[in-house]
């Protein structure tokens, strides 16, 4: 099982918005509903932003939001602050004998 | 408030053995299934696998599969991750995850146990 694609960079001005792409397969992010989103910021631990491809934890900002068309999901931060700086991978439940995937990481920065 | 502790950092010579611990608190430890994540330096996540500390039902991704060993002591909400015999490969972080019941997600995270591995 591969880890799903993310693009290595993306980045925005502060107040722009940005849209971080996941891609997998009919197997994983096309066949089901369970993809998550996650926050790294340098030296910490993740931090789960988006779950069940839309949904926002309790205290989570609503500048983040997800979305999901076919094999691909998209994680958009919206108002893009300072603090959103970090590192974000996707994951998602497969139908392989995993059954998890994370996805390859997408560095965000704020120009 | 839910907690997940991880035991401290390690730094092992290749070929030794290593347990690391992952303490859960704050809710039924009983109840969720415990993950492992590992991080290699610089690299991004990579899911190792799974543990039902209720009955001990335990998921490995074939990557890891009769590389490590996952287990828990329920009685005292701890989850492990084990190595027998240790390579310089296996040099990185560790996060234990609890995985939110009926979803694939992963809501708490402990703080990570850094192994370093050098002869």
């Known amino acids: 099982q591969s880890a799903l694609t993310q693009p290595a960079s993306v980045s925005g001005s502060p107040g722009q918005s940005i849209t971080i792409s996941c891609t997998g397969t009919?197997?994983?992010?096309?066949?089901?509903?369970?993809v998550s989103w996650y926050q790294q910021h340098p030296g910490k631990a993740p931090k789960l932003m988006i779950y069940e491809v839309s949904n926002r934890p309790s205290g989570v900002s609503n500048r983040f939001s997800g979305s999901k068309s076919g094999n691909t999901a998209s994680l958009t931060i919206s108002g893009l602050q300072a603090e959103d700086e970090a590192d974000y991978y996707c994951s998602s439940y497969t139908s392989s004998s995993i059954p998890y995937v994370f996805g390859t990481g997408t560095k965000v920065t704020v120009l | 408030e839910v907690q997940l502790v991880q035991s401290g950092a390690e730094v092992k010579k290749p070929g030794e053995s290593l347990k690391i611990s992952c303490k859960g608190s704050g809710y039924s430890f009983t109840s969720y299934w415990i993950g492992w994540v590992r991080q290699m330096p610089g690299k991004g996540l990579e899911w190792m696998g799974i543990i039902y500390p209720g009955d001990s039902d335990t998921r490995y991704s074939p990557s890891f599969q009769g590389q490590v060993t996952i287990s828990a002591d329920k009685s005292i909400s701890t989850a492990y991750l084990q190595w027998s015999s240790l390579k310089a490969s296996d040099t990185a972080m560790y996060y234990c995850v609890r995985q939110v019941p009926g979803d694939a997600s992963f809501d708490y995270w402990g703080q990570g146990t850094l192994v370093t591995v050098s002869s």
């Open positions: 009919s197997s994983d992010v096309g066949g089901y509903n369970y």
